[in-house]
């Protein structure tokens, strides 16, 4: 088992072939960790774009690469082959937030026609390894710039957003927030799930009987005698939530019942809302499950 830390950098072009924006490569950097976690081996490689020949002048101003720098760069194709080489057979991939990982598949399956990248065996996103350990929240993405500067590691002569200089900073954090058994239990196996799970995008059910909701999921308490309510009509969906008219026949209140239910992976996230029916102000409950 190797432990590889990767950063990548690209630029943004538009693609006839895919119909839309295509974030194509332009540098791959890349370090090996030997078994103390200290940097093994180094890899850098300027990759030739073939969709945009041009950097935009925003890739350019971020990264300092040049039209000329990738230009004399490799194609994609062998870049992978050097990187699989480096990495070995059986590698821990890690990157800094997993947008690394997703460009990299993209990269892939555009120009090598595959979904997978075959030397990795095992992935950890070491920003929400980082932010989880230091226990910093992971609600917002911390840069590799500002995770650098919490820990106080000295990132002066380093270069950010230069692919290598960046994986070598990663590596840095790494070794400072590495504790054994929560590190094992963040590498996840890359298996079909795990490229099923990672390019699974989440989205708002629209059917009332989908088989994700539940019919208890479907029912509202009155707020004041807490008996149920009766639904008096049908359910609508709206933008991203169903909603529908309910009746306390003890109070003689009206309601009305909102449910919005957002699909993930391997589970539903439920948001249910009561909201008084009256004609004078607006007296709303909320109940979040
Ligand atoms: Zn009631």
Redesign the pocket.
């Known amino acids: 088992m190797t432990y590889v830390i990767l950063d990548l950098e690209w630029n943004g072009a538009r693609c006839e072939q895919l119909g839309g924006y295509f974030n194509e490569i332009i540098e791959i950097g890349a370090v090996r960790l030997s078994g103390d976690r200290r940097i093994a081996e180094r890899f850098d490689a300027y990759i030739r774009p073939v969709v945009s020949r041009k950097l935009t002048r925003l890739v350019t101003n971020l990264t300092g690469i040049t039209d000329e720098q990738v230009q004399h760069g490799v194609p994609f194709t062998q870049a992978m082959a050097e990187l699989a080489a480096f990495a070995g057979e059986d590698a821990v991939v890690m990157t800094w937030s997993n947008t690394d990982l997703m460009v990299l598949i993209e990269n892939c399956r555009y120009h090598l026609k595959s979904d997978t990248i075959p030397f990795m065996r095992g992935y950890m996103d070491l920003q929400y390894y980082t932010q989880k350990r230091m226990k910093w929240g992971t609600a917002q993405q911390v840069s590799l710039g500002n995770a650098a500067e919490r820990l106080q590691l000295d990132s002066a002569d380093m270069e950010l957003h230069h692919a290598i200089d960046d994986s070598v900073l990663s590596a840095a954090i790494f070794r400072r927030v590495y504790e054994p058994f929560s590190f094992r239990k963040a590498v996840s196996p890359v298996n079909d799930e795990f490229y099923r799970r990672l390019s699974f995008k989440p989205y708002f059910i629209r059917e009332i009987d989908d088989p994700m909701i539940r019919r208890s999921d479907l029912r509202f308490a009155?707020e004041?005698?807490k008996?149920n309510l009766k639904r008096t009509g049908e359910w609508q969906f709206h933008h991203r939530y169903f909603s529908a008219p309910f009746f306390?026949s003890?109070?003689h209140?009206e309601y009305w019942g909102r449910v919005q239910a957002k699909r993930k992976f391997d589970s539903v996230e439920l948001k249910k809302r009561l909201l008084v029916k009256t004609t004078e102000k607006a007296n709303e409950t909320e109940e979040i499950k």
């Open positions: 009155c004041r005698c008996r306390c003890h109070c209140r």
